[in-house]
């Protein structure tokens, strides 16, 4: 599903129209974004959980030359999906 169809579905269901469910989608991963840079955690209980994790430095190897590099930490974002989505 593209964001497109995403925001057509979600102005049906709400009884918005499409470009105020764009801004209320748009609206929603801001906060979201701003929530997960502040270290925040975002949990939507029976939905998804949503937070920042620090990926450790590690070994690796250039696949080309088989060279070992390093790896350099990083932060990640870790989303867990509820199975309840399904149903």
């Known amino acids: 599903m593209t964001k497109a169809e995403f925001v057509e579905k979600y102005a ?43 990926r450790a430095e590690r070994t690796g190897r250039n696949p080309i030359t088989g060279a070992e590099m390093v790896i350099p930490a990083k932060k990640v974002i870790k989303v867990k999906f509820s199975d309840k989505l399904l149903g």
Not at 14 to 25: L, N, V
């Open 12 to 54: 049906e269901k709400t009884g918005m129209s499409k470009k105020d469910a764009a801004e209320a989608i748009k609206a929603f991963f801001e906060v979201t974004a701003d929530a997960l840079k502040a270290g925040d955690k975002v949990v939507f209980p029976g939905t998804f959980k949503a937070e920042v994790t620090e």
